[in-house]
Nanobody, 117 residues
């Protein structure tokens, strides 16, 4: 499956963004869908995860309370809503699909989020 992430951009601190991850090639039937991010000079970290079937969600402590991950099965798309953005949220955000627990096999190309102070 091909994943296309979009929705990144430049936003002021305190603002919001909604990232989208559209899947093509075949209908998503992943175990989990995840959003990850990588800031310059830092390791990639998980931001949020959603169970594709059941819809249960997880947001990392660094974004908890500011993060909502959701999916639209009909559109084969996963979303990440980020509110109250901080400069430290600046990173390239990637979506990925896992077909077994913790093993993300398909990755999107990334979308850059820049939060200005």
């Amino acid at each position: 499956v091909q994943l296309q992430a979009s929705g990144g951009g430049l936003v002021q601190a305190g603002g919001s963004l909604r990232l989208s991850c559209a899947a093509s090639g075949r209908t998503l039937s992943s175990y989990h869908m995840g959003w990850f991010r990588q800031a310059p000079g830092k390791e990639r970290e998980v931001v949020a995860v959603i169970s594709w079937r059941g819809g249960s969600t997880y947001c990392a402590d660094s974004v908890k309370g500011r993060c909502t991950i959701s999916r639209d099965k009909a559109k084969n798309t996963v979303y990440l809503q980020m509110n109250s953005l901080k400069p430290e949220d600046t990173a390239v955000y990637y979506c990925a699909a896992a077909y077994s627990p913790g093993k993300y096999d398909d990755w999107g190309q990334g979308t850059l989020v820049t939060v200005s102070s």
